[in-house]
């Protein structure tokens, strides 16, 4: 799933593609929380990395939202 995302890689995709980003992350994260629980998991780094990549994703909305960052131009627009 989420592998160490970078904030320049989550500049190229779009809302729609950072919404599903996030989502995959949330559930990545409540699985990995789960095995944590009852002691499967085997590497605890990626609990980290996940937290953080959550909130990169955050951190490049709330940018788009202030107009810090903006959003990649659509195919459409330049057609």
């Known amino acids: 799933m989420a592998s160490d ?18 989502r995959e992350s949330k559930e990545e994260l409540f699985n990995l929380r ?11 780094g990626r609990l980290r990395s996940v937290k953080k990549d959550i909130a990169r994703i955050y951190t490049v909305v709330r940018e788009r939202e202030l107009g810090i960052r903006t959003a990649p131009e659509s195919n459409e627009a330049n057609a």
Do not use: R, V, Y
């Not at 995302?5 to 996030?22: C, R």
């Not at 789960?34 to 605890?44: D, I």
């Open 34 to 44: 789960f095995q944590a629980a009852t002691g499967q998991l085997e590497s605890h």
């Open 5 to 22: 995302l970078k904030a320049h890689e989550l500049d190229d995709l779009n809302d729609i593609d950072l919404e599903t980003k996030l």
